[in-house]
C-alpha cells in the first residue's frame, strides 16, 4: 500500500508541457505543449492568452489558437485545472539548454525519487535523447533497482552508468 501511494505522489509533480498536452485541448499535441510551455510560465498566463499571442508562437496558427482560447473560456476547464490543483497535481518549469546535448541515454530498473516518465522529460528538456536499447552509441545508462538485461550490456560495451542519486545532481 506505501508503495502505491509513493507511485501515486510521484506523479503528482510533471513538466508544464506534460500537463498542457494532459488538458486535452483540442489541436494541441505534445510538441505545441512543448512550444506553449517556452512562451508561458503558468497556466495563468496561457489561459489569459489572446489569439494573436499565441499565433506569435512558432508552428501555432488560427486552428491551434482558436482551440486554446475557447477551451479556457469553458467555466468546467478552468474547475478541472483547480480540482486537479487542489489535489496536489503540480507542474515544473523545465529547465531548458543544451547540457546534455548530443549524449544517448537509457534507462533500466526502477527509479525510486523519481518516475521514468519524469527522468526521461528532463533528459530531453536538458538536450539528451533517450533510447530504450543499448548500443555502442549509449552515453550513459541511468541505473534504478532490478535492473535487467540492460546493465550487463552497458558492462560489456563499456557505458557509463550512473546511480540514481548521480543522476539526480547531474540534472540540477
Request: no cysteine; aromatic share 8%.
Amino acid at each position: 500500500m506505501v508503495l502505491l501511494v509513493d507511485s501515486i505522489q510521484k506523479r503528482k509533480e510533471v513538466s508544464f508541457a506534460r500537463f498542457i498536452y494532459s488538458l486535452g485541448i483540442r489541436n494541441v499535441g505534445q510538441k505545441t505543449s512543448s512550444d506553449l510551455s517556452k512562451k508561458f510560465k503558468s497556466i495563468e498566463s496561457l489561459s489569459k492568452s489572446s489569439i494573436e499571442d499565441l499565433e506569435n508562437i512558432s508552428d501555432v496558427g488560427p486552428i491551434v489558437s482558436k482551440s486554446i482560447v475557447e477551451w479556457f473560456k469553458d467555466k468546467d476547464n478552468i474547475r478541472f485545472i483547480n480540482k486537479l490543483k487542489e489535489r496536489g497535481v503540480r507542474y515544473f518549469l523545465e529547465k531548458t539548454g543544451n547540457k546534455f546535448y548530443g549524449k544517448k541515454f537509457v534507462i533500466t530498473g526502477t527509479l525510486d525519487k523519481m518516475s521514468r516518465e519524469l527522468a526521461k522529460e528532463r533528459i530531453i528538456s536538458l538536450g539528451g535523447e533517450i533510447s530504450d536499447a543499448i548500443s555502442k552509441n549509449t552515453d550513459y545508462l541511468i541505473l534504478g533497482n532490478n535492473p535487467g538485461s540492460k546493465y550487463e550490456k552497458a558492462q560489456e560495451l563499456g557505458v557509463e552508468i550512473v546511480r540514481e542519486d548521480k543522476f539526480l545532481k547531474m540534472i540540477e
